[in-house]
């Protein structure tokens, strides 16, 4: 069974350019799960959706971060325009359960100069 | 606000215990997890235990809940080389309301293990 697929796992990009991440969950997983990860740090939510509604976007910096779920199954995150602190790891996850059931991609890693 | 706090490094000679340790923010949460999170890789899931306990066992896995003084720690024995990874407590602080559940993880701890 496949996992929760993530692309691309690694990317470069110059300060002020846009960047997209795109994540796969598992079939028939309702619920997805972007998470932020920083350098030495846990994992922070930054959006939940239960199939194409975002119920939880609470922590998603609205100024330059979307999200988008379109038929309940992939998901996008992009953050226009990137800034230098927007280096991380990007997290996607996806549960048929509660969050702490879920699973995890291996992230994007986002390096911006 | 409040954080989960754990060690940043331990360092474990191979076939040792391996003991990690976290102290995490509300006494009511219902559900207390430690992830594995290796090299390259999304965090996996490794135990979970309910509030209501105190230990639980789970082949060399073993964690210990002392809800008094909010602290949880994962116990590792015999540590292997394959071991090595990040290691993450979380939480899920109590529902609310109807889907407002929400994972919050500790800093996690680097387990290094020496030949």
């Known amino acids: 069974e496949a996992g929760v697929v993530q692309s691309p796992r690694y990317k470069i990009i110059e300060k002020k350019q846009p960047v997209a991440f795109w994540c796969n969950p598992i079939?028939?997983?309702?619920?997805l799960y972007w998470y932020l990860q920083n350098l030495g740090q846990g994992p922070e939510l930054l959006i939940r959706?239960?199939?194409?509604?975002?119920?939880?976007d609470s922590q998603l910096p609205k100024d330059r971060f979307s999200a988008e779920r379109l038929k309940g199954v992939d998901s996008t995150l992009k953050i226009q325009p990137a800034e230098l602190g927007d280096s991380a790891v990007y997290l996607c996850?996806?549960?048929?359960?509660?969050?702490?059931?879920?699973?995890f991609g291996q992230g994007t890693r986002l390096t911006v100069v | 606000g409040e954080d989960v706090e754990q060690s940043l490094f331990l360092s474990v000679r191979e076939g040792d215990s391996s003991v990690i340790n976290c102290t995490y923010t509300d006494s009511s949460s219902t559900y207390l997890y430690w992830y594995k999170q290796e090299p390259g890789a999304g965090l996996q899931l490794l135990t979970y235990i309910f509030s209501n306990m105190d230990m639980k066992q789970d082949q060399r896995l073993t964690v210990l809940l002392n809800k008094k003084d909010k602290h949880l720690s994962l116990r590792i024995a015999d540590t292997q080389t394959g071991d090595s990874a990040i290691y993450f407590c979380a939480e899920i602080p109590p529902i609310s309301n109807f889907g407002n559940e929400k994972l919050t993880f500790g800093t996690g701890t680097r387990l290094t293990i020496i030949p």
């Open positions: 079939s028939g997983h309702n619920t």
């Open positions: 959706y239960e199939n194409e509604e975002a119920v939880d």
């Open positions: 996850a996806s549960s048929a359960g509660t969050s702490a059931e879920a699973f």
